[in-house]
C-alpha cells in the first residue's frame, strides 16, 4: 500500500502544485493538499476516479458534439427521413464491456484502501484519544496520557494516533480535511480512526454533521508537534493543579469571580480533574492562554474573549453555556478574561509551529 | 392557462370542475400547478440560503432560520416540487401514451393529490406557526428528536400525508399499465416514458412505505416518548438512518428516471429517429432501479458501517455507472445519422448530456467509499446532487413542458422566450454548482449557516451566489412565457413536432375521453408506423360504442382536507388537548368520506355512441 | 344516481370478481397495494430484530411471552383465512348467503383474535409494567405488534361495512371484486402474523 502511495504522492504533488497555483483553499483546511495518511489514500482514490471519468467524460463529449454538428437538420432537409436503425450489438456490447473493465478498475483499489484504512489491529502501540463531540465543541482524552483537553487536539507528527468517537448528544462528525477523512462521532457506539499527519502545524477541523444552529461554528484545531515537544506538552498539562494563584492581581480577581459564578461546574481547570466515564459539561480550559481560537471560531484576543463571555448566544446561537450564569458586567468579564488568558501551562502551544 | 372549451365558463364553474374533476389530464394540470407553485417557493428558498453565503461570516438571516431555509428547500424542492411535476407529467402524457381512456383509479388519482396538495400546505404553515422543520431534509433522528418547537411535528406530518398521495399515484400507475393498454400495446411497444413511469411506480411503491414506517417511529419518539433512537434506553439513531436511505436512495431513482424515459422520447422524436437500442434502454432502466435498492448504505460511509459493508456498497453503486453509460450512449446513437432540429425542448434534453455525464462522474467517484470519507456532507454533494437532480430532473421537466404543453394546453410556448430559459438556466447552473466540487474539498462542509474569513472560501461562494441568480432569472422568463403563450402562443396542431407516439394521434388538447375507439398499436413508436404508410391516423382498435367514464367527485378534496385538519390535530395535542378535537374530528370526517365512497355505488355514466360519431366527424372534416 | 345494467347480469359468471376491468383493476391494484404492505412490515422487522435485545434493564422477551395464549391467537387467526376462503368459494357458486355466513365467521375469529391481543397487552403492562415507553424492545414490540393489531381492525371495519352495505342486494359484478379484495387483504394478514409469531415470539422464547 505505501509504495503505492509514495510513487503516487510524486504525482500529485506536481498536480497539487498545479492546482495551488489556481487556488485550492487554505493550505492547512483543504483536503487538496494532504497532509497526512487519511488524506493521502483519500487523495489518490479522488485522482484515479476523476481520471478515469474524466476519460468517460470526454468520450461522451466529442461523440455530443460531433453528432450535434454532423446531424444538425438543415434548411431544406424537411422530407430526409432519417434511416430508424432499431440497435446495434456489437457497439451496445461495446459501451458495456468497456465501462465494466473501468468499475473494476477504480473498485479493487477503494476495495483495498478500505481495508487499509479500517484496520485497527496495533492501537494499543499508539497514542489513544477518546474524542467526544458535544453541541457545539469536541473534548479529548488521552487515554494513556491519563489527561483531558478541548478544542485544540496535540498530536506528534509522523505517528499513527488512534482517535475514538462519540458523541454525547446528537451526531456529529469529525473531520480535518488535511489529515484524514471524516468519520461520525454517533451516540450509541464507538467509531475509531487514526490519523497520521506528515508535517508540523496547526490543522483545521470541523463538524460535517448538521448539529443544529451553530454547526457551522464547532471547529476545532489538530496541533502536530514533533515527538519531543510533544513529550514536553503533556507533562506540562499533567503538572497543572487547580488551586495555583494567578500572579497578576487582576488575574487573581478573575479567578475569585470564576469561583463565585460557578464556570467550575461545568469547565475544568485541571485536565487531570475528571470522573472516569463521565461527559464533562463544558470545555476544558486548563490551557486555554494557548487556544488559537476561542470558542472555536473567534481570534484569541481579549476582546473578542470578553464579547464572548458577555454573550455566547450572539456568537454561537444555541450554545450550553447562555443562561448558565449570572449576567457579568463588562468589568467582571474583564476580570475573568485575565485569568482565562494566563492558563498557559504549557511552552508547547500552537505558536511553537505557527500560530494560524 | 387557455383553454378554449373552459373560456366560456364562468371561473366558479372553472374552479368547482378543477375541484372534482377525476380526469387525468386535469389532473395532471392539477399537478403541474401544484408543483409549480412549491417550486417558486423552493426556488426562493435557495435563493436566500445563497444570499447569506455570498460573502463570509454574513448575517443575512439567523443561525436557526437558516437551518429552516436548507430543511425546506431541499424538503420543498423533492417531495413538492420534483415529484408532482413529475406525476403531473405522467398524468398528462402515460395514459395517451398507452392509449387508454383514463387510469384504472380516477378517484384514486384525484385523491392522491389533494392529499399530496394539503401535506406540502400543512408542512409550509409551519412558516407562520412559530418555525419551519430545522433538522435538513433528511432529517436524521438524534437531531429530529432533541430539536425544540413544532417544525419537525409539521415535516412528519406534511410528509405522511404527502406520502401516502405519492404512494397511491403510485400502485395507480402500475394498475394502469398492466390493465389499460390498447389493443397491440404490448409491454416491447410501450414509450420508453411510459416504460419508466411503470418503473418508477414500482420504486414508489416499494420504497415509501420504509419512510412511512420512519416518520412513524420518529413521531412516536417525538410525540409518545417511546425509546426507537433514545440511547439512555436502548434505541438506536443508526435504524433512522438506514430506514431513511432504503428510502431515499431509490427516490432519487423515482426522480430521474421518468426523465431518462422522457429524454427518449425528445430524443428520438427530434431526430425523426427510432430509439436506438429500445430493448437494452429498458432493461437498463430496470437495472438501474434493481441496483437502487442495494446501495443505500453508500450515504452512510463515513457512520462507521465497518469496511465490509462500505466495500459492498462502494462497488455495488459503482456497478450502476454501467447501465447508465449505456443509457447516456444509446442516447447518442439515437441522434446518430438522425436529422437533429433543435427547439426549446430538444435544448434542455441536449443540455442535460453534458450536464448529468458531470453528475455522473461524481456520482462514481462518491461511491468510491475511501474517497467519499474527504465527500461526504460537503459541498462536493451539494454539487454532485445538483448535477444530477437540476441537470437531469429539473432539465427533464423543462424539457416535458415544452415538448408537452401543446398537447395539454393547445398552444405551443413561445421559441426564443424558450431558448432564453434555457441559456439563463444552463449558464446559472454551472456557475451556481460547479465550483461547488472545489469547496468542498477546500473543506466547507455542507448545511454551514457561515464560512469562516480567511479560509480560502470566500471567491467560491461568491460565484455560486451570482449563479444563483440567472438561475431566478432564467425561471422568471419561463413564467414570462406561459403568460405570453396563453394570450399570445401559437396555437398547436395535433401533432406539431412530427410525433411518433400516440399522444400525438388526438387533437391538442384532447377531448375528456381521450379516444374515440381505442387505436390498433402494430409496432413500437405506432403514429411514426401509420404515418410512414401514408395515413395521418391511428387504425380503431375496437367497434364505435357507448363508452364509459367514471364521475366527477368532491370527495377526495374532502378526504385531504380531513387529513389535513387530523394533521394540524396531531400536531399541537401534546399541547392542549383540546386539539384530539381536531385530530379526531378530521380523522373522522375523512373515514366518513371513505364509507360514504364505499357505500355510495357510483357505476360512472356512458357517453352515447352517437356524440362521439360526431365528433369523429368533425375531426374528419 | 347513475346506473349501470351492465353490472346486473340475469346470470353471474363463474368467476364474477374479475368480469369487468374495474373488477380486474382493483384485483391489481391491491395485490401491488400489498407489496408496499411487505415493505412496511418489513421496516418494522428489521427494526424490531436491531431493538429487540434492547431492554435497558427491563423485562426481556424470555420473561415476558406466554406462549399458549399466541398459539390460541395464531390458531385464530390461520382459522379465519381458511373460513373467508369457503367464503370465496361460496361466491364463485353465486351461494350470497353461505358467503355472508363464512364472512361473518371470519369477522368473528378476528374479533376473537383482537381480544387475545388486547388481554396479552393489559396483561404485559399491569403484570410486568412494560410498556412501549420502557426500553426500545417495548417500543419495537408495541410497535410492530400494534401494526399489525391495528390491520386486523382495519379489515374487520371493512369486512362489516362490506356485508351490512350489501346484506339485502345479493351477490353482482360491482360487489363481487370488494369481496375479493377483502379476502385476499385477509389473507395477507394471516401470513404477516405467521412472521410476526416466528420472529417476534419463537424466536423471543428461544433467545
New interface residues.
Partial sequence: MKSWFSKFRAVFLLGSLALLMSGCGRENLTALVPKGYGADSSMFLILLTTIVMTFVFLAVIIVFIFVIVKYRKKKGDDDIIPVQVEGSKTLETVWTIIPIILVVIMAVPTVIATFDLADASDAPDHININVTGSQYWWHFEYETEELHTSQDMYIPVDTKVYVHLKASDVLHSFWVPSISGKLDANPENVNTMFLEAYEEGVFFGKCAELCGPSHSLMDFKVVVVSEEDYEQWVDDMKSVTADEEPESAVAQEGKELFEANNCMSCHAIDSEDYVADQVPIGPDLTSFGDRSRFAGVLLPTKENLIDWLLDPEEIKPGNKMTGMYPELSEDEADKIAEYLLQLQPSSVSVDTVGNQ | MSLSATEKRGFGAVLWDFLTTVDHKKIGILYLLGGGIFFLLGGLEAVIIRIQLITPENDFI???L??EMITMHGTTMIFLAGMPLLLGLMNAAMPLQIGARDV??PF?NALGFWLFMFGGILLNLSWFLGGAP???WTS?A??AV??PGHGVDFYIAGLQIAGAGT?MG???F??TI???RAPGMTYMRMPLFSWATFITSILI??????L???L??LM??RM?????F??????????YQ??FW?FGHPEVYILILPLFGLFSDVFATF????L?????MVFATMLIAFLGFMVWAHHMF???L??VA??IF??GT??I??PT??K???W??T????????NSAMLWA?GF??TF??GG??G??L????????????YFVIAHFHYVIVGGTVFGIFSGLHYWWPKMFGRILNESLGKITFWLFFIGFHLTFFIQH?LG???M????????E????D?GNLISTVGAFFMTAGTIVFLYNVVYTAFKGEVASADPWDGRTLEWAVSSPPPYYNFEQLPLVRGLDPLWIEK?EGRDKMAPGEPLDDV?MP?SSFLPFLMGLGFFIAGLGFIYQVDNSLWYIALYGGMAFSIGCM?VR?????????IPKEELEEALKKEAE | MSYDPALFPEELPSEPEKATLEGQNKFMGLWFFLGGETVLFAALFGTYLALKNSTAGGPSSDELFGLELVFLMTMMLLTSSLTSVYAMYHMRNHDFKKMQLWLGITGLLGVGFLICEVYEFAHYITDYGFTFRSSAFGSAFYAIVGFHGGHVTFGICWLITLMVRNAKRGLNLYNAPKFNTFSLYWHFIDVIWVFVFTVVYLMGKVT
Fill in positions: 439567523s443561525a436557526g437558516y437551518n384504472s383509479f384514486l430545522d433538522a435538513g436524521y438524534s437531531l432533541n430539536t404512494l403510485g400502485i395507480n402500475i394498475a398492466v390493465n389499460m411503491l416499494f420504497a415509501f412505505p420504509a412511512t414506517i420512519n412513524f417511529l412516536f419518539d409518545f416518548d417511546t425509546a426507537f433514545d440511547v439512555a434506553l436502548g434505541g438506536n439513531t443508526i435504524i438506514h430506514l432504503i431526430s425523426r429517429k427510432r436506438f437500442g429500445y430493448t437494452a463515513t457512520v462507521g465497518g469496511p462500505n466495500s462502494a462497488v459503482m456497478a455507472a454501467v453509460g449505456i447516456i450512449f444509446n447518442l446513437a441522434m446518430w445519422g438522425g436529422q437533429v432540429t433543435i441536449l448530456i453534458p455525464t458531470i462522474m461524481t462514481v467517484m461511491g468510491s467509499s475511501v474517497a467519499d470519507y474527504q465527500f461526504h456532507d460537503t472545489f474539498l477546500m473543506g462542509p455542507r448545511r454551514y449557516w457561515v464560512f469562516l480567511d479560509q480560502g472560501l471567491l410512414m364509459h364521475n364509507i364505499s357505500v355510495k355505488d357510483d357505476h360512472g355514466y356512458y
